[in-house]
């Protein structure tokens, strides 16, 4: 169990009067009926620990505290809640996977789960119940959420990554839109820093945003860490062709995206510096909560594109996926698996969804009406993340290595040592090979 | 009834006599201490060496490889690097920070107006939280946002819309943290050396003076000998301290760009913990051991050498 903090008690007592408050409400008494029919039944006297992704979009994290504070008063079950950083959220889950204790619950990134499988609680029922109920799960869900036959982890929802650009400033450029092939986006990106408004995508430890582009410009290439043997293969000239692409790329990019974090490229764009970049739908989500005009004006001059498609020939995205996982040492597994199930309801799930404005895409196929998509045309894009997203692995299998590499930044460390000219391609190519052949043996 | 108490003493074994010796009552004292250190230092230590030679990884044990993270650590460009720069950072920073240091403790030692706040004044950087002041000098080395760039720009050192790639360009964010080190190293050392310097008796200076001594001549044959049991002191720790520097370049650059930042601890964290690897992450740390002892054993053996510590005079 996580130690009791200041701040976690404050969140639970907020919960608790979350709770009280959502009693006699619509959402509690759907919420006692739910809990007795669910097939998932709490244990006595059960709490849970729930650590999450740090928010991006407040009233997402709004809605998701109402839904726990709802499955508390029809459960009896407490939870508290805390959340990380992106970037904290693997380490603390691969602490407490190591040593037994720890939150019940982890919503974590990527393909976290698949570093400890053997730690994570078997959800394939609650897998299946949602999936027989809400249209299917989308491909990329069973793969980020299933070892082999068995779910390991409910993936909750998928993080859309695509490109944020200033509408203005392609305009000047000469573009009506972002063009939808690599050779076109570089013109573009060209175009860009002619004008004096260079692009940006960041080549750092940025663990969601720094894959995204690094996965992509290597997939659009054809290029791939492993085939479908997980024998490596990342020295290619596939992959030399991504590497000359990036660096052509990269030397129409604004200083300074060796070094971004996540929050680097959100900054700089809500700060009117950058105007192309590849972002979630947090940057327009907090321009357009935002009260100061110049933050409105932005969110107005700014739309969203899909990844430009490469040499592949298709889309070769690597979107971020949020699975939740309970872990084997938790006391309370029943009241995990009622947990993840309660979360997904429609009811629970459809105002969620709308509440975090295109930040989250659903999972399962039952929500693709959802009028998040469509009520606002800028949000449109991000519908489709889960469906054209690849997997971490790609050819290869999604497992532990696939996660390991992704987290040792592999990929993205090859693409950043090119295009800084700390190494040659042959050289880049042949760091990346020897990292991954260990991983991969 | 007098032979019968006389026949009730307990024979006395050699359990007892052991109990009530007292030249093994020191040793009895000890004991409490010695399991603390037995359990919370000795035994991580040896578990570390122990998992640096298997192939453990987060969520399973692992299986004895021998050496095999070792070799492969020797061939590994980015472990080679990290120890290169873990050497240069705490070399090149330790320098600084002591020269530095000792300037200001010098400095600190005469009589001024508002000694005590300017004393406390300069104890700053190294109260400040680690995290806090990495954060701080993240800003500070932003591409976009740095106010170096800004005060450059101000000057007309640099155009409106040009930037210094600080912490973008390898060379330049490994300068950037140990600049960073540097700042919040400084305090330790003024402040300890300091308190050294007040140690020493007014009348040496004095009696230095009347023979005719220089004021370099005053600092190099009566204050720095006198200083240099805790320059020995404090050098090792600040040696020990920089070598295992872990929030800073976590905080500011987290071993970026391209691993140009990495110190041997940071990529230990790295690829034991993030990457799941944690026989190699332990093979990384144990490497730092040797490193550690080294600079322990030049600085105790070293610069203590000295007789008086025996209580005999100098060489």
């Known amino acids: 169990m996580t130690k009791p903090t200041r701040r976690s008690a404050l969140k639970g007592l907020a919960g608790v009067a979350g709770a009280g408050a959502l009693v006699g409400s619509g959402m509690t008494d759907w919420a006692k009926a739910w809990a007795q029919a669910s097939p998932f039944k709490p244990e006595a006297g059960a709490t849970l620990n729930v650590m999450r992704w740090r928010r991006f979009v407040v009233a997402e994290d709004e809605a998701f505290n109402k839904i726990v504070a709802a499955f508390t008063a029809a459960t009896g079950v407490r939870v508290t809640v805390t959340s990380e950083s992106f970037d904290d959220m693997q380490p603390k889950a691969s602490v407490a996977a190591n040593t037994g204790t720890g939150p019940d619950i982890f919503w974590s990134l990527y393909s976290t789960p698949h570093l400890f499988p053997n730690r994570c609680v078997d959800v394939t029922d609650v897998a299946d119940y949602l999936g027989k109920k809400y249209g299917g799960w989308v491909p990329v869900a069973e793969a980020y959420g299933k070892l082999g036959n068995k779910w390991i982890a409910i993936p909750a929802a998928i993080n859309g990554g695509y490109l944020n650009y200033r509408i203005s400033q392609i305009k000047a450029a000469g573009f009506n839109e972002v063009p939808q092939t690599t050779a076109g986006f570089l013109e573009l990106c060209k175009a860009l820093k002619a004008k004096n408004t260079p692009a940006g995508f960041p080549l750092g430890r940025a663990s969601g945003d720094g894959n995204s582009y690094a996965y992509w410009l290597l997939w659009s290439h054809n290029g791939a860490q492993v085939d479908e043997n997980s024998k490596v293969i990342i020295r290619s000239p596939e992959t030399e062709a991504a590497l000359n692409y990036a660096k052509s790329l990269y030397d129409t990019f604004i200083q300074g995206t060796a070094a971004w974090n996540d929050a680097s490229n959100n900054r700089l764009f809500l700060s009117g510096e950058l105007g192309l970049t590849a972002n979630g739908i947090s940057i327009y989500a907090a321009a357009n909560a935002s009260s100061d005009p110049k933050q409105k004006e932005i969110a107005a001059d700014m739309d969203h594109a899909y990844w430009p498609i490469g040499p592949a020939g298709k889309p070769t995205e690597i979107q971020l996926c949020f699975p939740m996982m309970a872990m084997t040492y938790t006391k309370f597994p029943n009241a995990c698996k009622a947990f993840m199930t309660y979360m997904l309801e429609a009811e629970q799930f459809n105002p969620w969804l709308e509440a975090a404005a295109g930040y989250l895409t659903h999972t399962l196929n039952a929500f693709d009406n959802n009028p998040v998509w469509t009520k606002d045309p800028k949000n449109t894009v991000f519908r489709d993340a889960s469906k054209r997203s690849l997997v971490a692995g790609h050819r290869g299998k999604l497992d532990e290595k696939a996660a390991t590499a992704m987290a040792d930044f592999i990929v993205v460390d090859m693409f950043a040592s090119f295009c800084t000219g700390r190494e040659s391609a042959a050289g880049a190519m042949q760091l990346a090979e020897r990292q991954l052949q260990r991983i991969y043996r | ?315």
């Open chain 2, 1 to 315: 009834m007098a032979s019968g108490s006389f026949a009730a003493q307990p024979e006395t074994t050699a359990w007892t006599r052991l109990m009530v010796n007292r030249n093994w009552l020191g040793f009895w004292f000890m004991v409490p201490t010695m399991i603390f250190l037995l359990f919370f230092l000795a035994w991580p230590l040896i578990l570390g060496m122990w998992m640096s030679m298997t192939d453990m990884r987060i969520g399973r044990g692992g299986v004895f490889i021998g050496l095999e993270n070792y070799q492969y650590l020797l061939e590994d460009r980015d472990f080679l690097n990290a120890t290169g720069f873990t050497l240069a950072y705490t070399a090149v920073a330790s320098v600084v920070k002591f020269a530095v240091g000792l300037y200001l403790a010098i400095l600190l030692n005469n009589h001024m107006p508002l000694k005590a706040f300017i004393r406390a004044i300069v104890l700053i950087p190294f109260i400040v939280p680690t995290v806090l002041s990495a954060v701080a000098f993240w800003w500070i080395f932003d591409t976009q946002f740095s106010i170096f760039t800004w005060l450059l720009q101000k000057a007309g050192f640099l155009a409106k819309g040009q930037y210094i790639n600080w912490l973008g360009d390898p060379f330049l964010a490994q300068c950037s943290v140990i600049f960073a080190n540097i700042w919040r190293g400084i305090p330790f050392i003024a402040i300890t050396l300091l308190a050294g310097l007040q140690t020493v008796s007014p009348s040496l200076y004095e009696a230095a003076t009347l023979d005719g001594a220089s004021g370099w001549q005053r600092f190099r044959f009566v204050t720095y000998p006198l200083l240099t049991p805790i320059i020995a002191v404090v050098m090792t720790f600040s040696v020990l301290f920089t070598f295992t520097d872990f929030q800073l370049i976590w905080a500011m650059t987290r071993g970026g760009p391209v691993n140009a930042t990495q110190l041997m601890a940071t990529l230990s964290y790295q690829r034991g913990i993030l990457g799941g690897r944690l026989g190699e992450g332990a093979a990384i740390a144990t490497a730092m051991v040797p490193f550690l002892l080294a600079a322990i054993m030049i600085s105790w053996f070293g610069l203590q050498r000295r007789k008086w510590q025996q209580g005999e005079s100098n060489d």
